[in-house]
């Protein structure tokens, strides 16, 4: 079809053009251009056509039919002999035509009729027939009669195979896993040939008579003859010999291509008179029916001609047994004949030239060049002298090597298609059998292996064979850092198996998938020429990969499946994966939004989330799947997609607290990119929180899309360790590196992950090689910098279509089936076009705020029964009798029941009050944090520790039961977290998506360690809903406050967050009461608003006596986001009085309000701002309205100017309240660029500075 479609393109399907328009027949290493320009699998050019002879035959001297991988000598006893098949390929005896071969009157293809003596001038027998011979057979009895004339003599070698035998198992092995075909041992010797004629150039001259004077005549080129076998219909032979022409100019590669492509032409009946002329040195292989050496006929115009024999034992071992026999290490040899034009050619010549063929076929450099022409990226078999060592010494050693591709198999794994690094998985020491001690004369001895591979003993052969398939084809695995043995061994027995394809019906949908993914893309590059879009090019094998993995999920019975990606190959995921419609992700692409459907600012398409439901290809469950949305910050979506999922399992009852195989039924998906994997430090972060109890999701598929490059950046400027994946080791989760171009490994992969999560409930990492074939994105030329990288992607056949031709090689699928697969991909894409063709069009109108989206309920009542306090209280002292409560925290206990029944309740109490009270409501509460439990201040103590035993009580978890006894539902989750605040921040957020009833706490250990999570804050808690829709009401409980202890120990950063607030994104409050705090908490769970909740909260504060609050203030109240003095509230104090009113947030209102009454100051009033934003202007408006005659007007605040709220409340201000606040000052610290001085010393002065200025 290539030929066919290279000399006429319409003469083949037009379904075929955009696969054959870059495909070449010749094997491909897939290395690096070479420097002419052109690639290793450029096609072969033509030799120019020289005037030829008439087509030859070979003379039937052993010659039989061959056309099997093994012609050229007998195959050795581990293969299994080649089916036979019509055409088949031989050397030549001497070539026997003078011109082209009669045509079979039945088939039309050239025939060849025995030759037989010629008829005699009676009458024959009444038994016998006589045939006329014609044509060919007459040429052959005209040729034989003629090499009479050639005075001939012959060197006969024997030469040891063994080399050349496992040589050529190693190459078929790869072979039949890859692109498929096989090499013959004639290939091989063929090529050895060519190579030795270049050495001794004499043996491809020939004699000739010029003028009646005898010559030499030394041809430009060598032409290797071949003969081939061809069979006709009505079972007639004809046995023909074409040319390899110029053989001495081909790699190996090319010898090959060339050799296929005569013996396939023979088949079909296209030689030409061109292929048979020209032959200057034949090969022939008599071995093929057993005999040792034969001497052949030479044809005139030939220098030599060369005779394989039979490969075999040498006699007196031929009746030994396989065992005994690789216990002497005897191996086979095969003899080799060089019949020579004895006028031309001297026996010393002839002897030379077999020795070189020896040497060549024992050379490792030899085979290396095969290895490297035919992309084997293994070492050959070296010939090395027998060890004598004792077969229990080598018993040892063989073990070590075992244990040696456990550890490092992987390091010689063929695993990067773009194979940039040809030295890179060739070999490595610990690997090479020589180093342990160990031969190729060992390959057949049976050692012990201690149950390798469910045996007691094996051969080193079958050893090394299950060992490279298991570790150094494709995938390469790293588990042996894995401390459990257990997971260990469970992987040896799913990976130290004989390799099994996938069935026909898999290997067609593994297509469909790559089609689709391909299609997808190519519409894109089509029809959005230029525009970012992040493509998946080259790696469209993370396509059926991510399917394999969502269908085993699907075939173990789980819920869901969430997903969590980078940019790259969003959009395609989206389509091929969670099922989003295209019309949809066009509109998108358009930016064709419909109005009366937007949603805030919006994000780019390729940041969009979708859901979906998976529907088993092969099974019959089904199965959700959802892709989260995520930032252009690498990585930052990780926390989020694994706190989404412990929310979603905790609603099912599948996460940590449940036992059995209904455990963890949601499983988190994601991709990385190999950069970011190993450059991003929120990876190691959110790792870490694997296996930790607050929060576990029982195991992320973690695949890396590996393409091998960051934005511009080369793996070795990027990373310091070997693989990008080196840091998910530190968890103990097994990692699989695969070859992206091979798509059936891939998903063999994704299915093993996926069931060994299942079994241990863990982390598994993927690490798909690939490449990028664009830049970073459409716009950007990457060769600027990996000009080497890109001219070989620049030539790369696209996976889709090298997993075609492979199908095809190997015979897993018939050309109709191919053809097929390419009528769904041409499908595909007209699907696609249809799709887009005609979508509804929209103006394009301004973004709008979403801030009227949610609103706060009037009337809320946040208010609770005294009774409910007091069970709380109660809760507190309700320990067993054998429970032995630290003596530093009974008092607490006790005092907390006391302020339950008598008032003064502090700051931790009241914020247990809330928890509680919505525990008894049936609430869920999570509350996280470093040190949370018992509170960095030593102020919560919500769990109580046995001070001998080490158990645990949780006083509120007793009121997830009503009085009767019956649950109400709520659950009280209270964890210390990791020391981090990125990641922390991050899952904490997701959890709040995932399960938007929840009341979600986080507390920073100090507010200034937030900043940690900035990311997290900017692109998910604030902006989070205007961009995608994506509610959430994560609490931030931020310790604030100056105390004089330093710059890292101050401040929460109000600053950013008020920064950052706009349409009503998130509430920023201050509270300066214990009873505001417990209504702002309750407010906040039952407002049915799902927006982030930020919350300054106290330190010093915690323990200041005045800082308390009645029983009545949480009965009877709500939140006040503006709070006056309570002199005011009371009616004691006279408004009309104040000249002076100073603003102020938290704890500094109670060092300005005991100023105050120290000097007793009527005319100076303290309006506190609970809540920073929103703004409640309308109150604030109404509270100063009660102050007539106040004509000054100041911000107070600790923070330095530049910091804390006056930057927000300078602006903001003046433009609610102008009347009465355009003239607003500040009084707080200079500005700074530190939040707070380092000495407490000067603190203090500082401090008291800010008081006396407010009432000076």
Not at 648 to 667: A, H, I, P, R, Y
Not at 795 to 816: F, N, P, Q
């Amino acid at each position: 079809m290539y030929r066919k479609f290279r000399e006429d393109p319409s003469s083949v399907d037009p379904s075929w053009h955009e696969f054959l328009v870059d495909y070449s027949p010749e094997p491909t290493n897939d290395t690096a251009p070479r420097a002419n320009g052109k690639s290793a699998s450029d096609p072969i050019s033509p030799p120019e056509p020289a005037p030829a002879p008439a087509p030859k035959s070979a003379s039937s001297n052993g010659a039989t039919k061959a056309k099997d991988t093994d012609s050229g000598a007998a195959p050795a006893k581990a293969d299994k002999p080649a089916p036979k098949p019509t055409a088949t390929e031989k050397t030549a005896d001497k070539p026997a035509q003078d011109k082209p071969p009669a045509k079979d009157s039945d088939d039309k293809k050239p025939e060849a009729k025995a030759p037989e003596a010629p008829a005699k001038s009676k009458p024959a027998a009444e038994d016998d027939e006589t045939q006329v011979l014609r044509g060919a057979a007459a040429a052959v009895v005209k040729n034989m009669s003629a090499s009479l004339d050639v005075p001939t003599a012959t060197s006969v070698r024997a030469i040891p195979a063994k080399a050349m035998i496992d040589n050529r198992i190693v190459i078929n092995n790869h072979l039949k896993r890859t692109r498929g075909g096989k090499i013959s041992f004639t290939h091989l010797l063929g090529y050895a040939i060519v190579q030795a004629v270049k050495k001794f150039p004499n043996m491809n001259r020939h004699f000739a008579e010029v003028d009646g004077k005898p010559n030499t005549v030394t041809p430009a080129h060598t032409n290797l003859g071949l003969a081939i076998d061809l069979q006709g219909k009505n079972g007639s032979r004809q046995l023909v010999v074409a040319a390899i022409k110029n053989c001495e100019t081909m790699r190996f590669g090319q010898f090959i291509a060339a050799y296929e492509d005569i013996v396939r032409r023979a088949r079909d009946g296209k030689l030409t008179a061109e292929d048979f002329g020209g032959v200057t040195i034949s090969l022939t292989n008599p071995g093929t029916i057993g005999t040792v050496h034969s001497v052949p006929r030479l044809m005139r115009g030939q220098g030599a001609i060369v005779g394989a024999g039979a490969m075999e034992y040498p006699a007196e071992f031929q009746g030994a047994s396989d065992e005994r026999i690789g216990e002497l290490g005897v191996g086979k040899l095969i003899t080799l004949t060089s019949t020579y034009d004895h006028r031309i050619i001297q026996g010393a010549e002839s002897g030379d030239f077999l020795r070189t063929i020896h040497q060549l076929l024992l050379d490792d450099e030899f085979y290396d060049e095969i290895f490297r022409e035919l992309g084997i990226p293994y070492e050959p078999v070296r010939w090395r002298i027998d060890n004598p060592d004792s077969i229990d010494d080598k018993n040892a050693r063989v073990i070590e090597l075992i244990a040696a591709y456990r550890n490092r198999g992987h390091l010689m794994a063929d695993i990067d298609p773009l194979r940039l690094d040809n030295t890179r998985f060739r070999s490595h020491p610990d690997l090479d059998v020589n180093t342990h001690g160990l031969t190729l004369w060992d390959l057949d001895r049976e050692f012990k292996v201690n149950g390798f591979a469910g045996k007691t003993n094996k051969k080193l052969r079958d050893v090394l064979g299950l060992l490279r398939d298991a570790y150094c084809r494709h995938v390469g695995v790293e588990y042996t850092h894995i401390l459990e043995p257990e997971q260990q061994e469970w992987l040896q027995q799913r990976i130290e198996i004989k390799h099994e394809k996938p069935t026909v019906a898999e290997q067609k949908y593994i297509l469909s998938k790559l089609n689709a993914a391909e299609a997808f893309e190519t519409f894109l590059a089509t029809k959005y020429v230029g525009q970012k879009r992040f493509s998946l090019e080259g790696a469209e094998t993370v396509i059926p990969m991510m399917d394999a993995a969502i269908d085993q999920a699907a075939e173990h019975g789980l819920d869901e499946v969430v997903v969590g990606m980078p940019h790259r190959g969003r959009l395609n995921v989206l389509a091929n994966i969670v099922g989003k419609p295209y019309s949809q992700i066009f509109t998108e692409f358009e930016g064709n939004l419909n109005p009366s459907q937007a949603h805030g600012s919006g994000d780019v398409k390729y940041h969009l989330g979708a859901t979906g439901t998976y529907i088993q290809m092969f099974g019959e469950n089904d199965i959700a799947v959802s892709l989260v949305a995520n930032p252009s910050h690498l990585e930052a979506v990780d926390p989020v997609l694994e706190g989404i999922v412990r929310a979603k399992q905790d609603l099912l009852d599948t996460g940590e607290e449940t036992n059995g195989s209904n455990q963890f039924t949601v499983v988190p998906m994601m991709l990385h990119g190999d950069a970011a994997f190993a450059g991003q430090g929120v990876v190691a972060e959110t790792l870490n929180l694997a296996l930790l109890r607050g929060y576990r999701t029982g195991g992320t598929i973690h695949i890396i899309v590996n393409n091998q490059i960051g934005f511009t950046t080369s793996p070795g400027d990027s990373r310091s360790s070997e693989y990008c994946t080196d840091v998910a080791k530190m968890i103990g989760a097994p990692i699989f590196h695969v070859n992206g171009d091979d798509p059936e490994a891939a998903v063999w992969v994704a299915k093993l992950a996926m069931d060994f999560r299942q079994q241990f409930k863990k982390d598994v990492v993927i690490d798909m090689l690939c490449y990028r074939r664009r830049g970073h994105n459409e716009g950007d030329d990457p060769s600027m910098t990996q000009p080497n990288m890109y001219d070989v992607i620049d030539t790369k056949r696209g996976v889709r279509k090298t997993y075609t031709e492979a199908l095809i090689g190997r015979g897993d699928i018939s050309m109709k089936e191919a053809e097929d697969a390419l009528r769904d991909y041409q499908g595909q894409l007209e699907r696609v076009f249809n799709e887009v063709r005609d979508l509804e069009k929209h103006a394009i109108e301004p973004s709008a705020s979403v801030e009227s989206d949610q609103m706060v309920p009037a009337g809320m009542n946040t208010a609770v029964d005294k009774a409910l306090l007091a069970r709380i209280g109660d809760a507190h002292l309700a320990v067993a009798e054998e429970f032995n409560v630290h003596p530093r925290v009974k008092p607490v206990l006790e005092k907390r029941r006391e302020m339950a029944y008598e008032g003064k309740v502090d700051w931790a109490f009241a914020e247990l009050l809330a928890l509680g009270s919505f525990l008894a409501e049936g609430k869920t509460i999570r509350l996280t944090g470093q040190d949370t439990r018992r509170g960095t201040f030593t102020q919560r103590h919500s769990v109580i520790i046995d001070r001998k035993t080490g158990k645990e009580f949780t006083p509120l978890d007793l009121l997830t039961v009503d009085t009767d006894g019956n649950p109400t539902g709520g659950r009280f989750m209270v964890y210390d977290s990791a020391l981090s605040e990125f990641a922390a921040v991050g899952f904490e957020y997701g959890y709040s998506v995932g399960n938007p009833n929840a009341l979600v706490l986080w507390e920073a250990q100090f507010g200034d360690f937030v900043n940690g999570a900035q990311s997290i804050i900017d692109e998910f808690i604030s902006s989070g809903e205007a961009k995608w829709g994506q509610l959430s009401d994560v609490v931030l409980l931020l310790p604030h406050g100056h105390e004089g202890q330093g710059p890292d120990h101050t401040s929460g950063r109000i600053e950013r967050f008020l920064l950052l607030w706009a349409e009503g994104s998130m509430t920023i409050a201050m509270p300066s009461t214990p009873a505001n705090y417990f209504h702002l908490l309750r407010r906040h769970g039952l407002d049915g608003i799902h927006r982030p909740l930020i919350v300054f909260t106290p330190k010093s504060m915690l323990r200041n006596k005045a800082a308390v609050s009645d029983i009545r203030d949480f009965t009877e109240m709500k939140f006040r986001s503006v709070l006056e003095e309570p002199t005011y509230t009371d009616g004691e104090g006279d408004r009309t009085k104040v000249k002076r009113v100073l603003l102020t947030s938290g704890k500094l209102y109670y060092e300005l309000a005991a100023r105050k009454n120290k000097e007793q100051r009527d005319d100076v009033a303290i309006v506190r701002i609970e809540q920073l934003a929103p703004l409640p202007r309308r109150r604030l408006a109404e509270t100063l309205d009660q102050y007539p005659n106040a004509a000054e007007y100041f911000w107070v605040q600790e923070e330095p100017a530049n910091q804390g709220a006056w930057p927000t409340m300078g602006l903001t201000l003046p433009e609610v309240l102008p009347d009465k606040l355009t003239g607003i000052k500040r009084i707080s610290r200079r500005a700074m660029s530190a939040p707070s001085s380092g000495s407490s010393k000067v603190h203090a002065v500082e401090q008291q500075e800010i008081i006396d200025e407010a009432f000076a």
